[in-house]
């Protein structure tokens, strides 16, 4: 069965739910550059997937696939960077590298399954 949605795929709905987690994480962040980058990776994820499921081929839709897990890596290097400059606690981090890494094997998985 094709997917007709986007919100459907389970990559962009695991990637929506970084995205709620990052903010969640760093929403009272006082170092707003910090904050904001992290926060337009997050975004990035699942718009990318959302972006590239309406376009003309599976080939473009794979690009787009690589650039949201692109995003994934970083806001995955800003959660280490965040907890080597204590923004977050060990917890948090391990919950989001562990969300991080999630999200890019289901993008992966995606991607493996259009080729």
Same mark, same amino acid.
């Given at each position: 069965m094709k997917i007709q949605r986007f919100?459907?795929?389970?990559?962009w709905q695991r990637a929506q739910d970084l995205g709620v987690l990052v903010y969640?994480?760093?929403d009272e962040s006082k170092d707003r550059s910090f904050r904001s980058q992290i926060c337009r990776? *997050?975004?990035s994820v699942s718009n990318n997937i959302a972006e590239g499921?309406?376009? *003309? *081929?599976d080939k473009e839709f794979i690009r787009f696939?690589?650039?949201a897990r692109a995003s994934c890596d970083e806001v995955k *290097?800003?959660?280490?960077?965040a907890s080597r400059l204590n923004f977050i606690d060990d917890t948090t981090k391990d919950e989001l590298i562990d969300n991080c890494e999630e999200v890019s094997r289901v993008?992966?998985?995606l991607i493996k399954a259009l080729r």
């Open positions: 919100e459907d795929i389970i990559a969640k994480h760093f990776a *997050s975004v499921f309406n376009r *003309s *081929s696939l690589n650039i *290097s800003m959660t280490y960077l993008i992966y998985g």
